[in-house]
């Protein structure tokens, strides 16, 4: 099989058919009485999004968060914040929806604390730290640093 292997021209295309497939297989499963989806089901289809249309990834992370029955956990939101930094854009936008995502993330944790599965971890954080790093806003540095020293507070 050609996914993934060096010299693949159209790698972009692959992605977003597998995204289909795997969406449609989400959507399969949500409308089955057989097997439900869980949590870990969403992840995977965050995944995939997050490798070819990180919008249609945060659209849904955004159900998940609306989901009494899979909600999202610190991978769903690391993965779409991954999925922007890898997005090759605007490198500001991007961290503004990194920041905004991580924003969520700490926000949603806090509403639910019971819930450690979403609390924000190292790799969340670094997530966050690599973008400030790539970011040529003169605060970009700065940011970081407060952000390492909320980390170990």
């Known amino acids: 099989h050609s996914i993934g292997k060096k010299g693949n021209g159209n790698k972009k295309g692959e992605q ?16 089955s009485s057989l097997a439900k ?22 659209q849904l992370l955004k159900e998940m968060e609306k989901s009494p029955d899979c909600p999202p956990t610190t991978s769903s939101y690391t ?16 961290l503004e929806q990194i920041q905004h995502l991580f924003d969520r993330n700490v926000a949603y944790y806090k509403r ?23 970011s040529k806003t003169a605060s970009a ?3 970081a640093e407060a952000l390492l020293r909320n980390m170990y507070d």
Request: hydrophobic share 35%; proline share 2%.
């Open 37 to 58: 989806p869980n949590t870990w089901t969403y992840n995977s289809v965050l995944h995939c999004w997050s490798n070819c249309n990180v919008a249609r990834a945060e």
């Open 112 to 134: 639910n604390m019971k819930n450690m599965d979403c609390k924000p971890n190292q790799f969340t954080y670094t997530t966050l730290v690599h973008a400030y790093a790539k």
């Open 16 to 31: 977003k058919a597998l995204a289909q497939k795997a969406q449609s297989l989400l959507d399969d499963m949500t409308a």
């Open 141 to 143: 540095a700065l940011k």
């Open 79 to 94: 993965t779409v914040m991954n999925g922007w930094a890898r997005a090759g854009g605007d490198r500001d936008n991007d």
